[in-house]
C-alpha cells in the first residue's frame, strides 16, 4: 500500500510529441502511467504521431 500511495502521489508531467502536448505520464519506481488525450481506445488510429513517440520512448527505456 505504501508504494500505491507514493505513486498517485508523485509529480505529473506534461506528455509531448513534436512539440505538442499529446498527455500526461508520472512514474515511480518501475511502474509509468501515461494518460494521452483525445483518444479513444485506438490510440495509434486517433493520435498517431503520440503512439509512436510513446513506444520509442518506451522501447529505449527514456519515458521520463
Known amino acids: ?5 507514493r505513486f ?10 513534436n512539440g505538442e502536448v ?5 512514474s515511480y519506481g ?3 502511467f501515461l494518460k494521452v488525450h483525445d483518444v479513444g481506445h485506438m ?3 486517433d493520435q498517431p504521431k ?5 513506444l520509442q ?4 527505456g527514456k519515458l521520463l
Open 8 to 17: 498517485w502521489c508523485c509529480t505529473i508531467y506534461f506528455f509531448t510529441a
Open 57 to 60: 520512448r518506451w522501447t529505449q
Open 22 to 26: 499529446k498527455g500526461v505520464q508520472k
Open 43 to 45: 490510440v495509434s488510429m
Open 50 to 54: 503520440a503512439a509512436l513517440e510513446m
Open 30 to 32: 518501475p511502474m509509468t
Open 1 to 5: 500500500m505504501v508504494g500505491e500511495k
